[in-house]
């Protein structure tokens, strides 16, 4: 928490700075706001060489909850889940014909995560690794979902977001986060080392990764509106 905060302070920081160097630089600087397969976003550019190179910098939010049952060959568990996207990019547009399309790359940090928990309810029952257990041996079962802190983007769009001239602008946004594999991690509260449930929470959990290991991309499609000051 407070490292999002002082992510989200350096963020605003920058945003200010920008529009505040718009005139030493004599070109403008669009703030965007936007929503794409990444949540909502919010995002500040300007250009390092008018017409070619943009550096954009930015943040994107949603948070999503749900409830339903997880479910596989071997499982059966109901839960409460909390997705969370979350990403901060540092990204360079490149206008290669100097026109409305661009080539875009860099990084965003990550902290997309989903977070889940179940108790079973009053006499419920959890099937785990194909092995029944009522709630009360369990306790309370948790999943975490996340990925590596780092993830490289590669894309391509069309529209400036640092528009040459002020007013607003439009922007389409189409390309790849390489976020490797999830990490899925599991767990009981009343699993006790060496146990028969702490051995099927173990191989239940190996099974997710092994399933999920080949989602190693996040795609991205989104749509921004801008105004350049």
């Given at each position: 928490?407070?490292f999002?905060?002082?992510m989200?302070g350096a963020?605003?920081?920058?945003?200010?700075g920008?529009?505040?160097?718009?005139p030493a630089?004599?070109?403008?600087?669009?703030?965007?706001?936007?929503?794409s397969?990444?949540?909502l976003?919010?995002?500040?550019?300007?250009?390092?060489?008018?017409?070619?190179?943009?550096?954009?910098v930015?943040?994107?939010?949603?948070?999503k909850s749900r409830?339903?049952?997880?479910?596989?060959?071997?499982?059966?568990?109901?839960?409460?889940?909390?997705?969370?996207?979350?990403?901060?990019?540092?990204?360079?547009?490149y206008?290669?014909?100097?026109?409305?399309f661009?080539?875009?790359?860099?990084?965003?940090?990550?902290?997309?995560?989903?977070?889940?928990?179940?108790?079973?309810?009053?006499?419920?029952?959890?099937?785990?690794?194909?092995?029944s257990?009522p709630?009360?041996?369990?306790?309370?079962?948790?999943?975490?979902?996340?990925y590596?802190?780092?993830?490289?983007?590669?894309?391509f769009?069309?529209?400036?977001?640092?528009?040459?001239?002020?007013?607003?602008s439009?922007?389409?946004?189409?390309?790849?986060?390489?976020?490797?594999?999830?990490?899925?991690?599991?767990?009981a509260?009343?699993?006790?080392?060496?146990?028969?449930?702490?051995s099927?929470?173990?191989?239940?959990?190996a099974?997710?990764?092994?399933?999920?290991?080949?989602?190693?991309?996040?795609?991205?499609?989104?749509?921004r509106?801008?105004?350049?000051?």
């Open positions: 928490m407070r999002q905060k002082k989200v963020l605003v920081v920058a945003v200010v920008m529009v505040g160097m718009a630089w004599a070109d403008p600087v669009n703030v965007s706001v936007g929503a397969t990444l949540g976003g919010v995002q500040a550019s300007i250009a390092l060489i008018p017409g070619t190179l943009d550096l954009a930015g943040i994107n939010h949603l948070s409830t339903g049952i997880y479910s596989s060959s071997n499982n059966s568990i109901p839960y409460s889940a909390n997705l969370r996207l979350q990403t901060i990019p540092v990204l360079f547009d206008f290669p014909f100097h026109g409305a661009r080539l875009t790359g860099g990084a965003m940090i990550n902290e997309n995560q989903i977070t889940a928990f179940s108790n079973g309810g009053s006499g419920g029952t959890y099937i785990i690794d194909g092995t257990y709630a009360s041996q369990v306790g309370t079962f948790s999943g975490q979902v996340t590596r802190r780092v993830a490289p983007y590669l894309g769009g069309w529209g400036s977001k640092a528009a040459q001239d002020s007013g607003f439009a922007g389409l946004d189409i390309g790849v986060l390489f976020t490797g594999s999830p990490n899925i991690q599991f767990s509260s009343n699993a006790s080392p060496g146990s028969a449930l702490a099927s929470v173990a191989t239940a959990q099974n997710a990764n092994a399933k999920a290991s080949s989602y190693k991309l996040w795609p991205v499609i989104g749509f509106l801008g105004y350049a000051f």
